[in-house]
């Protein structure tokens, strides 16, 4: 599964970067949510390998639709996670596959084109960036941190998200709205962000993105310390060690898990 996870993201890659620069086909599928050509073609990619290697399991596509979350062995996929930089031709998006069972993700890809970048995961085995081991950073000082954040489409998330980035700014080195969840949570596993949250996800853009923090060392839970699981919309996502100084800053702490 994980090497056709991994083929899978890489052969979409491929597809989205050929047409990065031409004249894309932009739809509006919804409020401040747009779809490009890219993506169906990206996504037909995926799906085809899938089906073919795995013809039982079920599948959740960001485009295509399909399975429940508590589906047997769920093939989760964000063919664009960063649609909108696509379409502008910002160089920040990717692929993201994760694979659940029971719910849980035991397996997580996510494939950046522009730079051809692999981070893949493997519930209980680790992370690895092409290769390499990763491990979420080590820094413990809010200071000194870089945290990513999104924006989201619906206004009163918006709302919420900017007032929450006016608690953590003044307390950290300096704050980052890549415009890619999946590979802003990449980037946290990497040690290469500090922190990221969001308010407003799917479970395609963290599926596979939870699972490399876990095994990169890293820890995600809710916005209020919580629990997280890929079907909640709020993520707070740290290397660990900054979690509680940034559940203070942000002043939402209900509970340390
Ligand atoms: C979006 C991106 C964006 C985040 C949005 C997502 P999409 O995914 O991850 O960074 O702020 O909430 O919907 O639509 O480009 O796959
Ligand atoms: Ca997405
Ligand atoms: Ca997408």
Same mark, same amino acid.
């Given at each position: 599964?994980?090497?056709?996870?991994?083929?899978?993201?890489?052969?979409?890659?491929?597809?989205?970067?050929?047409?990065?620069?031409?004249?894309?086909?932009?739809?509006?599928?919804?409020?401040?949510?747009?779809?490009? @050509?890219?993506?169906?073609?990206?996504?037909?990619?995926?799906?085809?390998?899938?089906?073919e290697?795995?013809?039982?399991?079920?599948?959740?596509?960001? @485009?295509?639709?399909?399975?429940?979350?508590?589906?047997?062995?769920?093939?989760v996929?964000?063919?664009?996670d960063?649609?909108?930089?696509?379409?502008?031709?910002?160089?920040?998006?990717?692929?993201?596959?994760?694979?659940?069972?029971?719910?849980?993700?035991?397996?997580?890809?996510?494939?950046?084109p522009?730079?051809?970048?692999?981070?893949?995961? @493997?519930?209980?085995?680790?992370?690895?960036?092409?290769?390499?081991?990763?491990?979420?950073?080590?820094?413990?000082?809010?200071?000194?941190?870089?945290?990513g954040?999104?924006?989201?489409?619906?206004? @009163?998330?918006?709302?919420?998200?900017?007032? &929450?980035?006016?608690?953590?700014?003044?307390?950290?080195?300096?704050v980052?709205?890549?415009?890619?969840?999946?590979?802003?949570?990449?980037?946290?596993?990497?040690?290469?962000?500090?922190? &990221?949250?969001?308010?407003g996800?799917?479970?395609?853009?963290?599926?596979?993105?939870?699972?490399?923090?876990?095994?990169?060392?890293?820890?995600c839970?809710?916005?209020?310390?919580?629990?997280?699981?890929?079907?909640?919309?709020?993520?707070?996502?740290?290397?660990?060690?900054?979690h509680?100084?940034?559940?203070?800053?942000?002043?939402?702490?209900?509970?340390?898990?």
């Amino acid at each position: 599964m994980l090497q056709t996870a991994i083929e899978a993201a890489q052969r979409a890659g491929q597809v989205i970067a050929a047409r990065y620069l031409d004249p894309h086909h932009v739809t509006v599928k919804g409020y401040r949510d747009i779809v490009t @050509e890219a993506d169906a073609a990206a996504e037909t990619v995926i799906l085809n390998l899938i089906r073919e290697r795995f013809p039982q399991h079920a599948i959740l596509s960001e @485009e295509a639709g399909g399975d429940e979350l508590d589906a047997d062995c769920l093939w989760v996929v964000d063919p664009i996670d960063g649609t909108t930089n696509y379409a502008h031709r910002i160089p920040i998006f990717c692929v993201s596959i994760a694979v659940l069972q029971a719910g849980q993700p035991v397996l997580g890809v996510i494939h950046d084109p522009m730079r051809d970048q692999t981070f893949v995961a @493997e519930r209980g085995r680790g992370a690895w960036r092409d290769g390499a081991p990763i491990h979420a950073s080590r820094v413990e000082t809010l200071a000194h941190t870089v945290v990513g954040v999104d924006w989201g489409h619906k206004d @009163e998330v918006r709302a919420q998200i900017l007032d &929450y980035v006016q608690r953590v700014a003044p307390h950290c080195g300096t704050v980052r709205a890549l415009g890619s969840a999946a590979l802003a949570l990449a980037y946290v596993a990497a040690g290469w962000l500090d922190a &990221y949250f969001h308010l407003g996800l799917k479970p395609w853009d963290v599926a596979a993105a939870m699972l490399l923090i876990a095994e990169a060392g890293g820890r995600c839970t809710t916005i209020q310390g919580e629990p997280f699981h890929v079907n909640l919309p709020g993520c707070l996502a740290t290397n660990g060690l900054l979690h509680q100084d940034l559940l203070t800053a942000l002043g939402t702490a209900k509970a340390a898990d």
